[in-house]
């Protein structure tokens, strides 16, 4: 069974961090790319990054690059993204997906919310 368990959101002020993590099983990272999407309220949901721990690339929505970094942890089967400088616009429900850009499978997502 799999299953992509988000955590590490919350409230933060703008440009402060926060590292959010997915710990997936029933499958490994090296079997399938690892993503973060979000979904901002009244917006589609959007990719944001992109890791494949099988050949080490990485994507990231030109929204994010500079300030954002994917990275994957194979020991714990886990894929984190950390977060810095965020800005209200980063603020989203932001889901983990097992494969990349159309995930087969999907976490519950959790808030991420960037305010003063």
């Known amino acids: 069974q799999v299953r992509l368990v988000e955590s590490g959101g919350g409230l933060v002020q703008p440009g402060e961090s926060l590292r959010l993590s997915c710990a997936v099983s029933g499958f490994t990272l090296d079997d399938r790319a690892v993503g973060w999407y979000r979904q901002a309220p009244g917006k589609e949901r959007e990719g944001v990054s992109c890791?494949?721990?099988?050949?080490?690339?990485?994507y990231y929505a030109d929204s994010v690059k500079d300030r954002f970094t994917i990275s994957g942890d194979k020991a714990k089967n886990t894929v984190y993204l950390q977060m810095n400088n965020l800005s209200p616009e980063d603020t989203a429900v932001y889901y983990c997906?097992?494969?990349?850009?159309?995930?087969?499978?999907w976490g519950q997502g959790i808030q991420v919310t960037v305010s003063s």
């Open positions: 997906g097992g494969g990349c850009p159309n995930p087969e499978y």
């Open positions: 890791i494949s721990t099988y050949d080490g690339n990485t």
